[in-house]
């Protein structure tokens, strides 16, 4: 079974300073993880993915995300944060290999405050 | 780019109403999803399909049901909507190929059952 945990509902940052969104998954074997982006009433956005290769992934509008097998982490990253992504975050994880759906993460809401 | 369209974003019906969710995709994607997506619960896998004609039960179908007729078209049926049925439903599309691939999301059906 593939899970994903978000343990922060809320995250409030001040524009201009680093952000950090935090993501946990369970699988048995090894996964792709996904970011996406959601603006109120609108549908997901894709924002980046690991597959393999490099721990660091860059992606979409800035952000980046570093993958730790050790830890099973996935945290969303932003050097500065800017007033325009605030939205809410989800994680989600595809088990490699046996699963053709993603799992999401409850979501957690970031706040940029001006 | 990928187009992921949705029928209806707003709809208003009555507890025991048939109720008919539709969402095509331009992409040629093999698979299709619904979520339907809750505050606090992150988006929840309702149903899939990899192929016309095609379904898979996701964590929660009870209640629902779908219909693949064409590559292109994913429907979900609620037979007899509850007011436990109230939520937000997303659509969601995928190219198959090595399995890294993201999912394409549509615009979301607001569903509110009075």
């Known amino acids: 079974a593939q899970s994903v945990a978000q343990p922060e509902d809320q995250v409030n940052v001040a524009e201009g300073n680093p952000l950090t969104v935090k993501c946990t998954y369970s699988v048995s074997g090894n996964p792709y993880l996904f970011w996406y982006v959601q603006y109120p009433n609108r549908g997901l956005q894709f924002l980046l993915k690991?597959?393999?290769?490099?721990?660091l992934v860059k992606g979409s509008y800035g952000f980046e995300a570093e993958f730790n097998k050790s830890q099973t982490s996935f945290h969303l990253k932003k050097p500065s944060a800017l007033v325009s992504d605030s939205a809410l975050y989800f994680c989600a994880v595809r088990e490699r290999g046996s699963a053709r759906q993603l799992t999401f993460g409850s979501g957690t809401q970031l706040t940029v405050l001006p | 780019d990928v187009k992921v369209t949705q029928s209806s974003r707003y709809l208003v019906k009555r507890t025991g109403e048939k109720v008919f969710l539709e969402c095509v995709q331009d992409m040629d994607h093999e698979n299709m999803f619904w979520y339907r997506q809750d505050p606090g619960l992150g988006l929840r896998l309702i149903y899939f399909s990899y192929d016309v004609k095609m379904k898979e039960k996701g964590d929660i179908p009870e209640g629902y049901s779908v219909s693949r007729e064409k590559k292109e078209r994913f429907s979900l049926i609620l037979e007899s909507a509850s007011t436990n049925q109230t939520s937000m439903y997303l659509c969601a599309s995928s190219f198959w190929g090595d399995g890294t691939g993201e999912l394409f999301f549509g615009e979301g059906s607001r569903l509110t059952v009075l």
């Open positions: 690991y597959i393999t290769g490099d721990n």
